[in-house]
């Protein structure tokens, strides 16, 4: 097992909700990234935290906003869910540059 | 735009044969190429990585060989077993303390016994 979680496993939103997802880092690391993998597709970069600072951001609208805890957990938080949000929501935790060790998602639909 | 184009999009492969899985990039800053296996329900674990400094690197039955000039690379399984049905993404990043990953669009990989 890498460490990392996640919660919820699931989620089901309707569209103009907000919603906030949660990660807890492998222990140890201090790099929290997140992605964004839509259906039958390979993961899309969102955002980066290092040390509660972000550090790198992808191309996703500013109601994807994060956070990162001094304890190195984070939180993805997306307001204004369109029906294209509907995804696996994907944290990676690691050590800045290195490996990224990934958790199991939090698959969000937005109906 | 930073692309990494995976092919094919799925692949069948009997017990023992070689399956090949290939990557192509746009980017000549990406300096670091890694292969991630997802099965259903999980997230990306990491199986192998090569930087551009080497033309091939093996590690058990995976191996990834890299063509620099054609800014290509490719995953080999060799003796595939059912166990590695799962679907297969290459990605490539930059250097650096945001090592944003990239990723292909995926191949979905059935080994039949």
């Known amino acids: 097992e890498t460490g990392v979680t996640q919660s919820p496993t699931h989620l089901i939103k309707t569209r103009g909700q907000q919603v906030t997802l949660r990660c807890s880092s492998q222990s140890g690391h201090n790099t929290v990234s997140w992605y964004q993998q839509a259906l039958g597709q390979g993961p899309q970069f969102i955002f980066q935290?290092?040390?509660?600072?972000?550090?790198g951001r992808g191309n996703f609208p500013p109601r994807f906003s994060g956070l990162q805890f001094p304890n190195y957990s984070s939180e993805l938080n997306v307001n204004a869910l369109e029906l294209d949000d509907s995804a696996l929501y994907l944290c990676?935790?690691?050590?800045?540059?290195?490996?990224?060790?990934f958790g199991p998602g939090t698959r969000l639909t937005v109906l | 735009q930073q692309q990494v184009k995976q092919s094919p999009q799925s692949l069948i492969v009997q017990k023992g044969g070689i399956s090949i899985i290939n990557c192509a990039y746009e980017?000549?800053?990406?300096?670091?190429f890694p292969w991630y296996q997802q099965f259903p329900g999980k997230g990306p674990a990491l199986l192998i990585a090569?930087?551009?400094?080497?033309s091939e690197k093996k590690e058990g039955r995976f191996t990834i060989s890299f063509n620099k000039s054609a800014k290509q690379f490719s995953l080999h399984i060799m003796d595939s077993q059912p166990g590695d049905s799962a679907t297969y993404f290459c990605?490539?990043?930059?250097?650096?303390?945001?090592?944003?990953?990239?990723f292909g669009s995926g191949t979905q990989l059935t080994v039949l016994p």
């Open positions: 990676a935790s690691s050590w800045p540059g290195d490996e990224q060790f």
């Open positions: 990605a490539a990043s930059k250097s650096g303390s945001a090592r944003q990953l990239t």
């Open positions: 090569i930087r551009p400094d080497v």
């Open positions: 935290y290092y040390r509660e600072e972000e550090n």
């Open positions: 980017n000549t800053a990406f300096d670091y």
